[in-house]
């Protein structure tokens, strides 16, 4: 039998093989409870677990830091949500007067995103919009892994195998804070495409929202681009705030003073910026 069939196969061009029995992943649902936030969430693939089936998120240094700098009442526009997790965090912390926008590029992650809304219905004030930021709206191209980033002509990705890159639609923060702000916080997490983001949110930061930005020096570097370079963009010296520090020498979850001249040129840092008083 097994003849017949490699024969009958053979005519369409195929062969038949043994393979072994594929690994899969079954989503299952995390219970999460903080001081001021619960929520459920699905865990969606084997790269979410690993991410949040973590124990004292509570605990760690950007969720502290986040709970200070978001208020009661702050409209906030997240751009990069991952999952969702943090999305919901922060629907939490700003309550029912409170509003999140929340903008994901890579279409299977925008999925899920919308399916931990089904999950938790009591999140009215949070909206999640499947599309990719960047400094003019149109189309964008983004690696298919889950943790996507941008790839633009500036990057040493850019000369890689574009073969399985997908184009999703991009808007600019500004476009997003004239239809659906204005926003009081912006949160970003783009992995190397802070620039091209910021550029496109030159409106809603003249007004100096408070900032959370998590900032990939190498990946800057990969596009010729520098920490400097986003501190002029939003106009630094208006700020002050809290950073924690990951680099080679250090990987740290400390909560520190913001410091710009403590950054270093490689590695990553997260900084919650909120406009000097007086």
């Not at 931990?116 to 999140?123: C, W």
């Not at 929202?209 to 990969?222: R, S």
Request: hydrophobic share 40%; with cysteine; glycine share 8%.
């Amino acid at each position: 039998m097994k003849q017949l069939v490699q024969k009958f196969l053979g005519k369409f061009g195929y062969s038949l093989r043994r393979t072994s029995a594929l690994k899969t992943f079954a989503p299952f649902i995390r219970d999460f409870n903080f001081p001021e936030a619960s929520f459920r969430m699905w865990i969606a693939n084997a790269d979410a677990k690993t991410w949040y089936e973590q124990e004292q998120w509570a605990k760690f240094g950007e969720f502290r830091a986040l709970r200070k700098l978001v208020k009661k009442g702050d409209q906030v526009l997240e751009i990069g949500s991952h999952h969702g997790f943090t999305a919901m965090l922060l629907s939490k912390f700003v309550g029912p007067e409170g509003r999140v926008l929340s903008v994901e590029a890579h279409p299977q992650n925008a999925m899920i995103d919308h399916a931990q809304l089904g999950l938790n219905r009591s999140f009215s004030n949070l909206k999640f919009i499947h599309a990719a930021c960047s400094d003019v709206p149109g189309t964008v191209k983004i690696f298919p892994s889950h943790n996507s980033n941008v790839v633009n002509e500036n990057s040493n990705a850019a000369n890689q195998e574009t073969t399985d890159l997908i184009e999703v639609p991009a808007v600019t923060g500004d476009m997003l804070d004239k239809e659906h702000g204005p926003f009081d916080v912006v949160k970003i997490d783009v992995e190397g495409y802070e620039m091209e983001v910021l550029k496109g949110c030159g409106n809603l930061l003249s007004r100096a929202p408070k900032l959370a930005l998590e900032i990939h020096m190498d990946w800057l570097g990969w596009r010729g681009q520098s920490m400097a370079d986003i501190f002029k963009l939003i106009d630094v010296k208006r700020y002050d705030g809290e950073m924690i520090l990951r680099h080679e020498h250090v990987n740290t979850d400390t909560v520190q003073a913001f410091d710009p001249s403590a950054i270093p040129k490689n590695g990553q840092a997260n900084v919650f910026l909120e406009r000097k008083r007086g």
